[in-house]
Structures are given as structure tokens and as C-alpha cells.
């Protein structure tokens, strides 16, 4: 496989090589290179609700556990027995501690190893790698997200997020799951994402958002690992109603579209949040999930976070096509738009950047 090259100089960059999307080899690779490298929303503290009470889920496939021990800390281990790869916890419940029930194996909720039957004769046993493999855990409000490995701080990827909407009562936001589903898009996990990254396409895409954004206001901030497109409301629509606290006090903010890298996305609209996290199936699908959060039921339904499920409706059909259409032999890079294709840029300055890493 080539390096994957993108100029820092939009203005002289062509982009990412149509490879990327269509080669298996770069689809495994992202696993790790991008992947296992960055932080991963795991869902809320209502997961685990009270001490004793276990959660498992997947990331990438990686089999885990979220759990909450007798001293109410909440953990994200490994949840894979040490002794021979079983999967320990199977469905959401309540534990003193975790058996394998494969061989018998003991934890304790936090990961650390208990006891094992018929292993007297064994030397040097127990040994720290006896215990579950235990993961940061990063807690924002009612907010859960881990990471593999400590190669990239929290902050690096969510402080501007955090900083720009501190004002806002995240503590408060309540989960919907009666509005929250998943979409499959027949389209690269990357493709999806260039599509939420710019606004360039609102006025062709999207007639209803169109209506209730400011397509010649919209605007575009770079951060290190995250970015955030700022849409304002059209005179006479809905919009925040901005603390003199905020930064962006006296500006009419229909929503807040802040993306982390690589798969997140964090819509924030007056009446609550709209999270998606994007997940890569294969190379040619992709599973969206949006997972809504409410603030303010009153406000449900108004603005440009009104009909969410149209939208996505929009945007997939438009993505699906780019997808039929970057295996062409005819197209390999395009150019980007100075004004308002920055954050698409971004992304892939920062694909290239982890793809190319030793």
C-alpha cells in the first residue's frame, strides 16, 4: 500500500487517494492505525445504576465490561477471561464478583484476579497478567468514554467540545431511547463522515435544514483532533438563547456540530443532544447510530434539530452515491474548497497522519 499523502496547504491539496475506501488492506489496517488509538463513547452512568451492577458491549469488536464495584467506581475492564479467552458476562446483571464459567475463574469487579481451582502446581501464579486488562475511563456529565491505550489524552480530543458549551447543564440531559435508533449506510465509515464534515452541500442536499440555517454564516474551527461547525439560525428561527458566559453570546447558534476523531459526532440543538457514532462494518457498510439526549422536551421538533431522520435520509442517499462512484477508474482525488471544505481537509490530514505512523 502507498503512503497516503495530504497537503497541511488546502488551497494546493488534493484530496485523500479513493483507495483509502475501496482497498481491504487500508479497511484492516484503519482497525489499529485509527482506530484503536482514539477515544470511544461508551454510553452513560445509567448503564451501570448501582455498585454491583455489570455492563458488557463491544468496541471494534474488543469484548468489554463496564461495571460498577462496591465502592461505586465505575470500571471498564476486559471482558475476556485471562486462563483461556472465554467471554466472562454475556448480558447486563448483577454481581459480587465475575466467574468464568468456562473453568471457574474469579475477578473482582475493578479486574483484579480472585482465585482459580486446580492451579496449585502452577509457577509464578498469580502474575499481574492474571488480572483483567483495565481501560481509562473518562466521565463528562452523565457521558462514558474509554480508550485502549494512553497514547492520546482526554483533553486532546474533548477539551474544546467541553470548553465551548460549559455553559450548558450536561449533567441534566436525559436519554431517550424512544428517539434514539441506527441507520446501515451502503457507503465507507469515512465517506459518512466527510459528508457531516462541511455544509458545503446544505443548499443542494438538505431544502428543510436549509430553511432554518444561515448557509452564508456557516463556519468551520479547527482543533487538534476534533472541529466544529457553528450553524446559525436564519432570522426568526430557533436558536439557543446564549448565556452572556458563552462565547458565542449575541450570535443566533441553531446547533452546535462538534466531530472528534475518528467516528463521533456531538449535535448540540437548543432542546438537547444528538450523539452518532459511526462504526465500520465493512468496507462498503457502515452502522449510524443516533443516541438523543434531551434538555428541553418544549423545544423538540423545532429548528434545524427538528426532523433529524429526514436529514439522515438525505445524507445517505447522497454518501451511497459517492460510494458507487469512488470505484471508478476514472477518479482517484479531488480538490477541496478553501472556504468550506475544512473539516473535511482535516479528517483527512488526520487519516493520513495516523495511517502512516511505524
Not at 338 to 349: A, S
Request: glycine content about 6%.
Amino acid at each position: 500500500m502507498k503512503k497516503l499523502e495530504v497537503s497541511d496547504n488546502i488551497a494546493q491539496a488534493k484530496t485523500i487517494s479513493s483507495e483509502f475506501y475501496t482497498y481491504a488492506e487500508y479497511f484492516e489496517l484503519s482497525k489499529e492505525k485509527i482506530f484503536a488509538q482514539a477515544w470511544h463513547f461508551i454510553g452513560d452512568i445509567s448503564l451501570v445504576p448501582e455498585k454491583n451492577s455489570v455492563y458488557p458491549f463491544t468496541i471494534q469488536n474488543e469484548p468489554l465490561l463496564l461495571s460498577r464495584d462496591s465502592e461505586e467506581t465505575i470500571n471498564c475492564i476486559s471482558n475476556v477471561c485471562t486462563h483461556r479467552g472465554a467471554v466472562l458476562v454475556e448480558k447486563p446483571c448483577m454481581l459480587q464478583d465475575i466467574r468464568c464459567r468456562y473453568h471457574g475463574r474469579r475477578f473482582t469487579l475493578n479486574g483484579e484476579f480472585q482465585s482459580m481451582p486446580e492451579f496449585k502446581e502452577v509457577e509464578n501464579f498469580p502474575a499481574e497478567s492474571d488480572n483483567l486488562p483495565k481501560l481509562n475511563i473518562f466521565q463528562w456529565g452523565p457521558l462514558l468514554f474509554t480508550s485502549f491505550n494512553n497514547q492520546h489524552s482526554q483533553e486532546s480530543f474533548f477539551a474544546e467540545m467541553m470548553e465551548r458549551i460549559s455553559w450548558m447543564p450536561i449533567q441534566e440531559f436525559k436519554h431517550r431511547p424512544d428517539l434514539s435508533t441506527d441507520y446501515e449506510v451502503n457507503a465507507h465509515w469515512a465517506l459518512y463522515c466527510e459528508n457531516y464534515l462541511e455544509g458545503f452541500h446544505i443548499p443542494f442536499v438538505h431544502p428543510g435544514l436549509n430553511q432554518e440555517v444561515d448557509y452564508g454564516n456557516y463556519t468551520t474551527e479547527i482543533f487538534k483532533y476534533s472541529n466544529l461547525q457553528l450553524g446559525i439560525a436564519k432570522e426568526g428561527k430557533p436558536c439557543f438563547d446564549l448565556p452572556a458566559s458563552s462565547a458565542d453570546y449575541g450570535k443566533r447558534v441553531a446547533g452546535y456540530y462538534f466531530w472528534v476523531f475518528p467516528n463521533m459526532m456531538f449535535n448540540f440543538y437548543p432542546w438537547g443532544l444528538s450523539i452518532n457514532i459511526i462504526t465500520p462494518l465493512t468496507k462498503e457498510k457502515t452502522k449510524v447510530s443516533f443516541i438523543v439526549y434531551v434538555w428541553d422536551e418544549s423545544k423538540l421538533e423545532q429548528g434545524a434539530g427538528a426532523d433529524l431522520d429526514s436529514v439522515e435520509m438525505e445524507d445517505e442517499e447522497v454518501v451511497e452515491s459517492v460510494q458507487r462512484g469512488v470505484r471508478s477508474r476514472f477518479y482517484d482525488q479531488g480538490r477541496y474548497s478553501v472556504k468550506q471544505e475544512k473539516g473535511t481537509h482535516h479528517f483527512h490530514r488526520l487519516i493520513a497522519e495516523f495511517m502512516n505512523r511505524v
